[in-house]
């Protein structure tokens, strides 16, 4: 068993801790208060990269795996800067489009998701199916040689800012509808959105989308055939686990830092509050959470790289859970720790709260993971 990092994995966290940190937390928060993007910082970190660290090398990204991607979200996260939109595009359309997509795809789209001058989002939450996926109704019906797709899709991150949706639809395949993905690109005549008011301050939004007959060209099946959705999914939705995660902790990482600098400077009873257990043991129970969930990401992630799927998804589930638990409860210590001035603007702190709060929800709820393990880790009947 190896607990270490290799020099070229430490090489990145370090180069990529440097990049997060000339940005920073106010510019994060600056650009989504402004209405804007980070459009700078995902260029750069594109040019540098980071973006397609974990994009095969003959596409143009780095040839690393999910080890590499979930440092990169981590340690800009870390910095104040976590980019949800390396979720979606890197984390699960590269990884779809690599792992499953044809030739073609993989030649067309991959080089553009590697280099960030692309993105791609993702699209399977629909209003009336929420967690049960086997209600999804958004449907991809034959049309010629191509497809129509109609339905509607919600809370769908950064489709303003991408030039392709992977959308989860349904197809007929013998006589049943089955999932099955389709790259649309977010100009396509019939699709349109509409944003949702967030309580989430980030440069990143979330959208209903609407399909409304998009015509869609045969080369827009992934994987060129309709039973390849299946196995495509369940490609991307552990890297979305572990990078999820990732930028959980990275977030925490970064809240406990601005409540250990106050804690140990602020001084109100003739020393720092840092001294009082009451302030420094809550700081210290977040830190543990922090770092067992960190313990569990590079264990999914490993496992991952090394083409274990099957145990990599227990972990990543977990991973995930133990990051967003361990992420809110380090978010809202940090506050506490901050007195008033962790509600302030100024000190930055509370604008992490929607962000940490909403990783235990989405992109599968704590419940469902708590289902999942209670169902396949303590042989427990399926109560739904
Ligand atoms: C910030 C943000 C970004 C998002 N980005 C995307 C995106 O880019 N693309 C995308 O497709 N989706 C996205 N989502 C959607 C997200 O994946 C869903 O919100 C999530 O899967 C939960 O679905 P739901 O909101 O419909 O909740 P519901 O399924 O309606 O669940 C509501 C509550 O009931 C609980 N519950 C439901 N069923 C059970 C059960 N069987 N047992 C116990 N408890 C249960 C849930 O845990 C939850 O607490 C995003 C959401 C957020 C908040």
Partial sequence: MDFDYTPEQEQLRDAVRALGRRYGHAYFVGQAKAGKHTTELWAEAGRLGYIGVSVPTEYGGGGGGITELALVAEELAAAGCPLLLLVVSPAIAGTILARHGTDEQRKRYLPGIASGA??????ITEP????????????ARRDGDGWLLTGRKCFISGV???????????????????????????DAPGLTRTKLEMEIVSPENQWLVYFDDVALP????????????????FAGLNPERITVAA??????????????SYASSRNVWGRPIGTHQGVAHPLAHAAIQVEL?????????????????????VAANLAKYASSEAATLAVDTAIQVHGGNGMTTEYGVATLLGGVRAGRI???????????????????????
Wanted: avoid cysteine.
């Fill in 118 to 123: 692309e993105k791609a989002v993702f699209a």
């Fill in 128 to 139: 009336e199916a929420g967690s049960n996926f086997h209600r999804l109704t958004t449907t």
């Fill in 247 to 260: 930028m959980g902790v990275g977030t925490a990482r970064y809240a406990l830092d601005r409540a250990g």
């Fill in 293 to 313: 969930a960190r313990l569990m990401i590079a264990k999914a992630a490993a496992l991952y790289d090394a083409g274990r799927d099957l145990e990599a998804g």
């Fill in 362 to 384: 989405a992109p599968v709820s704590r419940e469902m993971i708590l289902n999942f393990v209670a169902q396949h880790l303590l042989g427990q009947e399926k109560s739904y």
């Fill in 218 to 233: 045969a080369g827009a099946l992934i994987g060129g055939e309709p039973e390849a959705g299946l196995p495509a999914l």
């Fill in 160 to 186: 303003d800012e991408a030039q392709h949706v992977l959308v989860v639809a349904r197809t007929e395949v013998s006589g049943k509808l089955r999932p099955a993905l389709f790259l649309v690109p977010t």
